[in-house]
């Protein structure tokens, strides 16, 4: 298996006091589906934003190492390296003063990237990527913030889709969202990891056992087990995993 | 029922007594602003007609004419105004809520608050001895920018607190698209609290049309037709006041309608604001 | 940028990382913030500069005149003695009245809007309210010499020396034009600044408090009294921040003040504000020490609505913080 991304020794912090993640190691593989999973507070969403440094956003800091395809993260240029590591939120955040249309085509347009002959096919491709485009095409000129919140987030998956990255990292994805919107989006990781590398957090199992390849699970800010996820959801090594996944604590 | 005594008695009636005051008071406060509308409007209706707006002001004793001056100065002035007021007050209020470190922000939001307080009449007198002492006289330039000078701690204030609004997860979402931050404060934060500070922009627009204390020695005004930023210039507020005190009573007169114009002219204002901050977007 | 400053894995790093940064997108950062804090900078330095400049430019009176120049009684430009004690008496005794009478009614108005009022009422009444505070100072002057100015001179000073005029007070020939015009004009003009910030201090008191004292027993009046006593300090802020206004309101006084420099009992007394000084006599001050001595008024003036100002916003401040807090 070909591994994207080597996180080695990593430590982060938040605002020097709280020592979020301990001595994480882990490499992610390429074009398949990652989750993390663990109880709350014990620094998955922590660990999927040092990845595309959105910790440093809110303070955070970190040592140690993580390397995307060979290059060091830290020496890379936060927003050229986010145009990689593309990111989804918990809540669906799209802009609300811009049109759908606009909301796909930001990262473009802001980026530079202003021809419309150029942005309208991957505005359209990005939204069929991510299911949408029936549900819009005719509406491409309304605001964002009209769709239902299963939309909403569809819409975030397409915008982020839109800048071509190669690893998008799911931050609870489906938990602002109803059941049937929960399984569009499922659906909607399966197809994508053709393509991409995603890692996805999640609080619940049955999510992480359905998408994901491999699992990682993460307590008190440590990893505790990483393996493929039949193994971890049928045998797993950790006591502490085993406790988890059965609904013992969390 | 036995407790409902003396005091129970009392402390209803003391209870009524007090809304009803409250009420009273509530009324009472709003009977001047009846009345100035009023006066404003009937008197100032009485000589409005189209040569007010296109005419020049008439030599002393002669009546009729109008205020075309006056109208075209009170625009360029909040033209210079604004100008100057709402790029320094918008870029301040951003660093104030995206950038500031805690103190120095402290200290800059303490000024600005400040600033807002300062009399109108002392911002004239430094735009007096800053500007107008200078070029040795009196210029549309001195007035724009003491009404800038007052125009900046509104701004501020509502710039900051409306890109407070703005929720972290749209800047997040911004910065993971790999859009710099300059770009996501300017394009999309901004773009989401520019109601809001369109609102406050444009509260400083028409209080800057409104003010008069900071002209007097500053754009000071002027009986002829000027569009000259370095010369003295007319305003309504100017106009209202030299005719308020003058002696006849055709310039009496056309003191009131300058003043409906002015009202007029500040309604448009914010009517043109509602307009264009009108969302571009159909909403279900 | 911020963020970039904070990630700093070791020290060993430091100088590698900020080397490796591409420049093309950090640049846009760097200048950004740095242009934004030059604004900021310049929003603070404009105060200071404001001061400096009406110090300098007033250097001349003050180096004549020093202490006298508050405490001497005649202000006499053609014999260029400056002594600015009438006018300050003036303006604190026209600013103090007007609050006496608008304080109680702004009370009263922010207490019907914020606690009494149904909700279709109280947002047309706040802007009503709102309304007052957006009209042009000139035009209140406007309205105060043709409405207001002769409605005393024929009503409301011939009743007051008729029936009270054996007070001190009220006591003169009934002109119209002085300092009883100018406060009602003021306690018009400060009535709304009093009256929102009120209404704001008087929401912000949590629903408990009242729902406590309701559950006690208590009136609505008496539950009103309890929250009007936890929000005394917010409500002493807005009285400052109306006296500050009031000190300082230009147009209106001017128009209707009658412009006389004069320590005299009487509300029928014309008399002179710091303010209206500085409008009236500023473009016929022809000597440099006349312009001088109107700087250094200017420079008064700002400096007691910078200290009341400052001490009301602490005390909103104050305020608000105590029920985030709580």
Sequence with gaps: MENIISVKNLNAYYEKKSHVLKNVNIDIPRNKVLAIIGPSGCGKSTFIRCLNRMHEVVGGTITGSIELEGEDLMKTDPVLLRKKVGMVFQKPNPFPTMSIYNNVAAGLKLNGTRNKKTVAPIVEKSLKQAALWDEVKDSLDISGINLSGGQQQRLCIARTLAVDPNVILMDEPASALDPISTSKIEDLIFELKNDYTIVIVTHNMQQAARVSDYTAFFYMGELVEFSETRKMFTSPDNKKTEDYISGRFG | MKEKGFFYYRKKAVNYLMIFLSFAAALAAIIPLAFIFYYTVSKGAQYLNLSFFTQMPKPVGETGGGMANAIVGTLILIGIGGGIGVPVGIMTGIYLSEFGNKKFAAVVRFMADILSGVPSIVVGVVAYTLIVVPMKHFSALAGGVALAILMIPTVTRTTEEMIKLVPQSIREAGLALGIPKWKTTLMIVLRTAWKGIATGVLLGLSRAAGETAPLLFTALGNRFWSTSIGQPIASLTVYIYDYAKSPFEDWNNQAWTAALVLILLIALLSLLFKIITRSKYKTN | ?326
């Excluded at chain 3, 790093?13 to 242009?35: A, M, P, Q, T, Y």
């Design chain 3, 1 to 326: 940028m911020k963020f970039n400053r904070n990630v700093l894995p070791n020290k060993e790093e430091k100088k590698g990382l900020f080397k490796k940064i591409h420049l093309s997108n950090n640049i846009g950062d760097f200048v950004f913030e740095r242009l934004t804090l030059l604004f900021a900078v310049s929003v603070f330095l404009l105060v200071l500069l404001m001061g400096y400049e009406m110090y300098q430019s007033s250097k001349l009176s003050i180096d004549k005149f020093g202490l006298s120049f508050l405490s001497g009684s005649t202000w006499d430009p053609v014999k260029e003695i400056f002594g600015a004690l009438p006018i300050i008496y003036g303006t604190i005794v026209s600013s103090v009245l007007a609050l006496a009478i608008a304080l109680p009614l702004s009370i009263g108005v922010a207490v019907f809007l914020a606690e009494l009022a149904p909700s279709w009422l109280e947002k047309p009444l706040s802007f009503l309210v709102e309304l007052l505070a957006g009209i042009p100072s000139v035009v209140y002057g406007l309205w105060g010499v043709f409405v207001l100015v002769p409605w005393i001179r024929d009503y409301v000073e011939p009743y007051l020396s008729d029936k009270l005029g054996f007070l001190p007070f009220f006591n003169g020939a009934p002109y119209g034009f002085g300092l009883l015009a100018a406060v009602i004009i003021l306690s018009v003009m400060v009535l709304p600044i009093i009256t929102s910030i009120t209404r704001d201090v008087l929401k912000s008191v949590p629903a408990a408090q009242r729902e406590a004292a309701l559950a006690l027993g208590a009136t609505r009046w008496q539950a009103i009294k309890i929250v009007l006593a936890d929000s005394r300090s917010g409500i002493l802020g807005a009285t400052m921040l109306g006296l500050g206004r009031a000190i300082g309101e230009t147009m209106a006084v001017t128009m209707v003040i009658g412009n006389r420099a004069l320590i005299s009992p009487s509300l029928f007394d014309p008399s002179y504000t710091m303010a209206s000084v500085i409008a009236n006599e500023f473009t016929e001050a022809t000597s440099e020490l006349y312009l001088s001595s109107l700087v250094e008024l200017a420079l008064v003036l700002f400096v007691i609505t910078i200290i009341i100002n400052g001490l009301a916003r602490l005390l909103v401040w104050s305020m608000d913080r105590k029920w985030r807090r709580g």
